[in-house]
């Protein structure tokens, strides 16, 4: 599986992009200046963040990247509308 790191998740574009990993196989790190949305169950592979926003959740974002029991970061996709 890969992993991938998506800036801007939240919005139109980028919830399509979301999409469009998920679809794929991949697993998300997602992030958005807003709240995230809550957990779907039927995505258990997108991780939402508000990282870029709350500093103190750059830690959790380095630690699910880097986390051995998933695929290593493979990419990243910063959509803008």
Do not use: K, N
């Amino acid at each position: 599986m890969s992993r991938v790191l998506v800036t801007g998740a939240s919005g139109g574009l980028g919830g399509g992009v979301v999409a469009a990993f998920v679809a794929a196989g991949w697993q998300v790190a997602a992030t958005s200046r807003g709240e995230p949305p809550p957990p779907d169950p039927a995505s258990p592979t997108v991780h939402w963040l508000r990282a870029w926003v709350d500093p103190r959740q750059l830690g959790e974002l380095i630690r699910f990247l880097a986390s051995p029991e998933s695929a290593p970061l493979t990419g990243s996709a910063i959509p803008v509308g």
